[in-house]
Nanobody, 126 residues
Framework: QVQLVESGGGLVQAGGSLRLSCAAS????????MGWFRQAPGQEREFVAA????????YYADSVKGRFFVSRDNAKNTVYLQMNSLKPEDTAVYYC???????????????????WGQGTQVTVSS
């Protein structure tokens, strides 16, 4: 089992940047594929980005492609989401998620993830 704790959210002006971090407990972090999701008020949670166990494969939602970048440091048990050129529509609670897997690729569907963090608020002002 793994516990996830997100940090790095906050208030930023449109066009600005934030870096979210997700720290995982446990000694087998490299066995987990990781993902980032977000949920805006009144909307369903949606996929943002995913990264494979090794970090060699990543995948992004079209809405963030070219602006957001996911990475991980397995030695630090941490996954990151670098968010650039932020827009007001990026405002949401951002969640990281993990799935224990032997597969080398990223996971794109919310239902595939087993563990979730508590979320961190990102607010982008216009």
């Amino acid at each position: 089992q793994v516990q996830l704790v997100e940090s790095g959210g906050g208030l930023v002006q449109a066009g600005g940047s934030l870096r979210l971090s997700c720290a995982a407990s446990g000694r087998t972090f490299s066995s987990y594929a990781m993902g980032w999701f977000r949920q805006a008020p009144g909307q369903e949670r949606e996929f943002v980005a995913a990264i494979s166990r090794s970090g060699s494969s990543t995948y992004y939602a079209d809405s963030v492609k070219g602006r957001f970048f996911v990475s991980r440091d397995n030695a630090k048990n941490t996954v990151y989401l670098q968010m650039n050129s932020l827009k007001p529509e990026d405002t949401a609670v951002y969640y990281c998620a993990a799935v224990l897997t032997s597969w080398s690729g990223p996971y794109l569907r919310e239902v595939e993830y087993e563990y979730w963090g508590q979320g961190t608020q990102v607010t982008v002002s216009s």
